[in-house]
């Protein structure tokens, strides 16, 4: 079944960030084989996909804390492999999956560390790094608790300081590897709100997400992925279908108009709860076994 849409191959001259026939693998085992993809400029892009995928490899690959055995990555038109570490972290910030910081550090002090490309022997900590520290602690809303240990935060609040510190870098582009992780749903909305506000001033985001309304929802740019190629690539009104749903996932859905905006909402349909009205032959022939 042909999903692709928009630029899913992965063209485009404006892409900062793109993939060009990258595989990948762990321990001799290839997970992302021969992929291409391109990152459009200015929007909000979640991978979406199965556990196992792929997803996260796409995005470690994309950040270049994995190397791929074939292939590159170009990261504002030059291979990121060539670049020095302390030139990729002025372009690009990266948060991982559950980052952890030292004990006892403090807001401050996690966020300041964000300045560290910027830093060398000849420049060392000034005014300018201090008030870029305060602006991002403004702009992530927690420069209330900029003297409390990373440690002694809420999940939610945890996050918020780990994106100020990827602010603090000064890069426009944005890498986070399940931003949403572990929190409740109240406080990821919270985070992905920040991660629109910060699309709004203009960031580029590329986001790994599990739940796919959120994805849907806060997404200009979806890439489905399934057994490491992309399945589909677009703005999620043109991509979320109950076909690709079953295909990716293995999920029986239905897909509707979200009431509360204009992107598809999708409505899981387990076994044990479906309208007798509702029912299609596959789900008569689980019942009766």
């Not at 762990?26 to 084989?33: A, K, L, N, Q, W």
């Not at 991978?47 to 995928?53: K, L, P």
Request: charged share 25%; with cysteine; proline share 5%.
């Amino acid at each position: 079944m042909e999903h692709l849409t928009g630029s899913a191959a992965g063209g485009g001259d404006t892409a900062r960030l793109a993939a060009r026939g990258i595989t990948v693998g762990y321990g001799g085992r290839i997970v992302i084989d021969g992929l291409d993809v391109s990152v459009p400029p200015r929007v909000i892009t979640t991978i979406i996909g199965a556990n196992g995928c792929g997803k996260s490899t796409l995005l470690r690959t994309l950040s270049r804390l994995l190397k791929p055995v074939r292939g590159s990555v170009v990261l504002d038109g030059d291979d990121i492999a060539r670049l020095r570490t302390r030139d990729v972290a002025k372009k690009l910030g990266l948060l991982p999956q559950a980052p952890v910081a030292p004990e006892g550090l403090t807001v401050a002090d996690l966020v300041a560390r964000g300045r560290h490309p910027h830093q060398s022997w000849l420049r060392q900590w000034s005014s300018d790094d201090a008030a870029v520290v305060e602006r991002a602690l403004a702009m992530t809303g927690v420069s209330d608790l900029a003297d409390r240990p990373v440690d002694a935060l809420s999940g939610g609040q945890r996050q918020r300081v780990w994106i100020s510190m990827t602010l603090a870098q000064g890069t426009d582009l944005l890498l986070l590897d399940e931003p949403t992780t572990y929190l409740d749903l109240a406080h990821a909305i919270d985070v992905l709100d920040l991660v629109d506000d910060l699309h709004e001033s203009g960031c580029t985001v590329v986001l790994v997400l599990h739940d796919l309304n959120l994805a849907t929802r806060y997404s200009d740019n979806l890439i489905v992925m399934k057994a490491g190629a992309i399945l589909a690539q677009g703005h999620p009104r043109d991509v979320i279908t109950a076909d690709l749903l079953r295909e990716a996932f293995g999920l029986r859905a239905e897909v509707i108009d979200d009431p509360v905006g204009d992107r598809p909402l999708i409505v899981p349909i387990g076994r044990a709860h479906v309208r007798p009205d509702r029912m299609d032959k596959d789900t008569v022939q689980v019942r009766l076994g």
